[in-house]
């Protein structure tokens, strides 16, 4: 993670990216999702993490609906329920 060029986010910010509650926001900090740090007691969360976030969420549905392959190439493009 490049702190010099990372932006702070609220965690506001982050639900409106992610589109959930802030209170799952808060939940995914807790559990260690993100990167983040109380800045005066208000919880900050690094972007890159959340970017991160979405490219871990993102590959392990790819994973799951065999869209990717195991190794990181992309699969076939067609979901592992609809072969045959």
């Known amino acids: 993670m490049d702190q010099n060029?990372?932006?702070l986010l609220r965690p506001d910010q982050v639900a409106d990216r992610l589109a959930v509650h802030v209170r799952t926001v808060r939940r995914l900090a807790s559990e260690g999702q993100f990167?983040?740090?109380m800045v005066r007691g208000s919880l900050r969360i690094w972007e890159s993490s959340v970017t991160a976030y979405l490219r871990r969420q993102e590959n392990l549905?790819?994973?799951?609906?065999?869209?990717?392959?195991?190794?990181?190439?992309?699969?076939?493009?067609?979901?592992?329920s609809e072969k045959e």
Do not use: P, Y
């Open 5 to 7: 060029k990372d932006r």
């Open 35 to 37: 990167f983040c740090l």
């Open 61 to 80: 549905f790819q994973l799951e609906n065999g869209i990717l392959g195991t190794n990181g190439t992309t699969g076939t493009g067609v979901f592992a």
